[in-house]
C-alpha cells in the first residue's frame, strides 16, 4: 500500500476519483470513517491487498445505510468472495 506523501498529484487524484471523490466540495461537506485492507485483514488475514479492496469497495456500494459497514459485513463479504478451503 502505497503512503499518500509518495504519490505524485496524478496518482492522489486518481486515487481520489476511484473513490467517487471528484471535486473539493466533496472532501469539504462529507465525513469519512476509513475502513482499511487492514481491517479486512483483521478477518481473514490471508487475503491480499487486492482482495481485501475488492471487499472494501463491494461494502461500501452494497451497505445499508441503516447499519454502515461493520465488520459482520466485511466477513460476510470475504466469505462470499473467497469461501475458507476446508
Known amino acids: 500500500m ?3 506523501n509518495t504519490l505524485s498529484k496524478a496518482q492522489l487524484i486518481a486515487k481520489l476519483q476511484h473513490h467517487g ?5 466533496a472532501l ?3 465525513v469519512y470513517i476509513p ?8 478477518v481473514r488475514p490471508h487475503l491480499s491487498d487486492d ?3 475488492e471487499i472494501l469497495l463491494i461494502a461500501k456500494d ?3 445505510a441503516n447499519e454502515g459497514i461493520n ?7 470475504a466469505d462470499e468472495l473467497y469461501p475458507k478451503s476446508l
Do not use: G
Open 28 to 30: 469539504e461537506w462529507n
Open 71 to 77: 465488520w459482520s459485513m466485511l466477513k460476510f463479504w
Open 35 to 42: 475502513w482499511s485492507v487492514d481491517d479486512v485483514k483483521s
Open 62 to 64: 452494497k451497505h445499508d
Open 51 to 53: 482482495q481485501s479492496m
Open 2 to 4: 502505497s503512503n499518500l
Open 21 to 25: 471523490i471528484t471535486t473539493i466540495e
